[in-house]
C-alpha cells in the first residue's frame, strides 16, 4: 500500500525554539497534505491543508505565524513550530491524498504518516 | 465540527464479530461514510468507505442504512490486534484538495479481550 512518512518520530526541544516535522508520501505524488495535532486521549484536530505551490490553508483558531507549513514538492510537506512552549507539546500527524487514483487505488483514500511526538520541556 | 455520534467504548472478546455503531442523521446526499482506526500511538488507518450500498472488504464489512441516517463498522472475527479507536467520518464526494479533509470525531474505543 501506499506509504506516507514523517521526520523525525519524536523530538525533544526547549522552550523558545523551533522545530520541523517534515512529511512525505513514498511512493505517489499529493497536491495535498493535512496536518493534524492529537493531545493525549483525545481526537485528532485537523490544523491545516497544505496545497502545492501555495499558501496553506488553516482551520480556525489555528495561528499560521507560529505554524509555518511548506508544501514545496508533490511529495514533500513541512510543518515548523516556531518559538515553541510547552502547551505545543503534542502528537503531530500528517495525510496525503494521491494526485490522481492510480495503481488500483482507492477512490479518495487518504495516507497517514505513523505520527510525531514533540516535547517542550 | 464532526457530524457524526459514536459510543465512546465497545467491549468485544476475541473471536466474535464487533459491530461498530455510528450516527450521522444530517449526512448529505453526495457525502460518503469513512471508516479509520488508530492503534495507540499510530497514524490512523483506512478500513472501509461507503455510500449508500453496503460494503465488504478483508478488513470489515460495512452497512448503511436505507436512510443513510447511521451505519455500522463489522468486524467479522475480533482479534487483540484489533484493540484500537474506531472513527466514523462523513466526507463530500468529489477529489481535490480541501474537499479530501477528514473531521475526526471522538470515535470509539474498542478493547477486544481475550
Known amino acids: 500500500g501506499a506509504v506516507v512518512s514523517q521526520h523525525p518520530s519524536w523530538v525533544i526541544c526547549k522552550s523558545g525554539t523551533s522545530v520541523k516535522i517534515e512529511c512525505r508520501s513514498l511512493?505517489?505524488?499529493?497536491?495535498?497534505m493535512f496536518w493534524y495535532r492529537q493531545f493525549p486521549k483525545q481526537s485528532l484536530m485537523l490544523m491545516a491543508t497544505s496545497n502545492e505551490g501555495s499558501k496553506a490553508t488553516y482551520e480556525q483558531g489555528v495561528e499560521k505565524d507560529k505554524f509555518l507549513i511548506n508544501h514545496a514538492s508533490l511529495t514533500l510537506s513541512t510543518l515548523t513550530v516556531t518559538s515553541a512552549h510547552p502547551e505545543d507539546s503534542s502528537f503531530y500527524i500528517c495525510?496525503?491524498?494521491?494526485?490522481?487514483?492510480?495503481?488500483?487505488?482507492?477512490?479518495?483514500?487518504?495516507?497517514f504518516g505513523p505520527g510525531t511526538r514533540l516535547t517542550v520541556l | 465540527d464532526a457530524k457524526t455520534t459514536q459510543p465512546p467504548s465497545m467491549d468485544c472478546a476475541e473471536g466474535r464479530a464487533a459491530n461498530l455503531p455510528c450516527n450521522h442523521s444530517?449526512?448529505?446526499?453526495?457525502?460518503?461514510v469513512y471508516w479509520y482506526r488508530q492503534i495507540h500511538s499510530q497514524g490512523p488507518q483506512y478500513i472501509i468507505h461507503g455510500l449508500k450500498n453496503n460494503e465488504t472488504n478483508e478488513m470489515a464489512s460495512l452497512i448503511i442504512t436505507e436512510d443513510r441516517k447511521s451505519s455500522t463498522l463489522i468486524l467479522p472475527h475480533a482479534t487483540l490486534r484489533d484493540t484500537a479507536v474506531y472513527y466514523c467520518?462523513?466526507?463530500?464526494?468529489?477529489?481535490?484538495?480541501?474537499?479530501?479533509?477528514?473531521?475526526f470525531g471522538t470515535g470509539t474505543l474498542l478493547a477486544v479481550q481475550p
Open positions: 444530517t449526512i448529505s446526499g453526495n457525502e460518503y
Open positions: 467520518i462523513v466526507r463530500p464526494s468529489g477529489y481535490g484538495g480541501a474537499t479530501n479533509k477528514l473531521i
Open positions: 511512493d505517489f505524488q499529493a497536491t495535498t
Open positions: 495525510s496525503a491524498n494521491p494526485t490522481a487514483p492510480n495503481r488500483g487505488r482507492r477512490f479518495n483514500e487518504q495516507f
